[in-house]
């Protein structure tokens, strides 16, 4: 059996270049988008309209066109277009046609997406049936109609219907996510960028909650410290208890994907705190910044920033960790011309830098399999190489994502891999050159409930 769930409605009040749905939920099957419009043509003749995915402009549409007037038909091929070019929209002084968009497998995320569209021209007389080609594997997550790429306006009275098609005997759980998948036993919603988890029912999730990692500083900057981590699955941050599954009743819970603090540069040299990410009334806390050098000021964060290295100054203290989502930034020692510290990760402290020249490591992140599969998240970036006329280089950065330090004067500091909370690694310095800090990595949300 297969259900049909209304998603979104559109009515045009005035007429418009273009119509958007945006923020599309991932957990249905395929979409049908239902169109009846017609162009705003001044000219009164039948108009080209046009489609574009995710905000693509860039030439991945191919289209396959079969067209039929009860007499004869023609087929027509286009490859390689900036958008897909829909059917024809009736004139403005005629009856709005309806063209019917099929998105199969809309958000799978390893395959190309196969568009079937249907209708025809009122006024011509023909039918369209077409078939279109997206040759990209993003899943689909925003969809663009518009008239003659632009050049007319859609007509006022034009409305639009989205609607979701679930698959098989089982009602959707819940919607929400930029990737929704199930093995069969858990179904599982990721979420890479801000939105809302929508359960149609009473349900018990589990759930990862990884803020963005902190950025690095130059000048033997110390490394960004990972974002906070909370699981109730395998591990969670900080060495704490894994957090207790949630309740969650038929509404709307706030997901929000917590961006990586920015790196320092020439102009802003110390880097800053990675931002929180939140799951309903789970927060976890970003990363906090790494120092820069001679000065004290490692950010506190869900796992702490790495220590600056040390001009001549006493012993520098890394970033504290928050208690269950990450652990310190680490410290260096009184030796003058010491490098950086590593940045905390979700696992283990930063490294702890004493010699001469080499940057610290990140702390590790944590293993974690709530996704069907173990991944790190949340490693520490590495800490900076220091001042020496000595080769030198940047530390590691932690496993789970976490930047490696930088070495002058030519090899940059990493940033953290995006949707792991990694932290960016510190900024080198030899002799008069430096190099940038890398920026912290982006968060995630992982919520997974019985299929």
């Known amino acids: 059996m297969s259900t049909y769930t209304p998603v979104a409605t559109q009515t045009l009040g005035s007429a418009a270049a273009s119509v958007t749905f945006s923020s599309i939920p991932q957990g249905y099957t395929d979409l049908i988008l239902v169109a009846s419009y017609k162009s705003a043509n001044p000219s009164g003749t039948e108009s080209w309209g046009g489609c574009r995915l995710n905000n693509d402009s860039s030439s991945s549409y191919s289209t396959t066109n079969l067209r039929g007037n009860g007499t004869s038909a023609t087929s027509s091929r286009n490859t390689n277009r900036t958008e897909i070019e829909s059917l024809v929209l009736t004139a403005s002084s005629g009856t709005a046609g309806t063209n019917i968009f099929h998105f199969m497998n809309y958000s799978n995320s390893t395959t190309y997406k196969t568009i079937l569209q249907r209708g025809g021209a009122v006024s011509w007389g023909y039918l369209d049936a077409t078939v ?3 040759r990209k594997t993003d899943p689909i997550t925003s969809i663009t109609l518009n008239a003659e790429d632009g050049a007319y306006n859609i007509a006022a009275g034009s409305t639009f219907s989205l609607y979701g098609i679930q698959v098989g005997d089982k009602a959707q759980k819940a919607q929400g996510g930029n990737v929704v998948t199930s093995d069969g036993t858990y179904v599982y919603h990721t979420f890479t960028s801000s939105g809302a988890f929508i359960p149609s029912q009473a349900l018990t999730v589990d759930y990862l909650v990884v803020a963005g990692g902190g950025g690095g500083s130059i000048d033997i900057g110390g490394g960004g410290g990972a974002g906070g ?10 060495g704490g208890s894994l957090e207790s599954a ?5 509404q709307s819970y706030s997901v929000i994907i917590g961006a990586g603090g920015t790196g320092g540069t020439s102009s802003s040299g110390t880097g800053s705190n990675g931002n929180n990410s939140v799951f309903g009334s789970i927060t976890s806390i970003g990363g906090g910044n790494g120092a820069l050098r001679d000065t004290n000021n490692a950010g506190i964060g869900g796992s702490g920033g790495g220590a600056s290295g040390v001009g001549s100054s006493p012993v520098r203290n890394g970033g504290a960790g928050t208690t269950n989502q990450g ?3 680490g410290a260096n020692s009184t030796v003058a011309q010491t490098a950086a510290g590593g940045g905390g990760g979700a696992g283990a402290v930063g490294s702890t830098n004493g010699g001469l020249n080499n940057g610290a490591n990140g702390g590790a992140g944590v293993a974690v399999s709530i996704s069907g599969s173990s991944v790190y998240y949340a490693g520490g970036g590495g800490g900076g190489e220091s001042l020496s006329n000595s080769p030198a280089t940047g530390g590691t950065g932690g496993v789970g994502g976490g930047g490696n330090g930088g070495t002058a004067p030519s090899t940059l500091a990493q940033s953290g891999t995006s949707n792991t ?4 690694g510190g900024g080198g310095r030899n002799a008069s050159n430096y190099t940038p800090a890398g920026s912290g990595g982006s968060g995630i949300v992982i919520v997974r409930y019985l299929a």
């Open 132 to 134: 279109s080609l997206y």
């Open 246 to 250: 949630l309740s969650l009743t038929a």
């Open 229 to 238: 981590l909370r699981s109730t699955v395998t591990a969670t941050g900080g």
């Open 421 to 424: 909370g990694g932290g960016g």
């Open 327 to 329: 652990y310190a930034g």
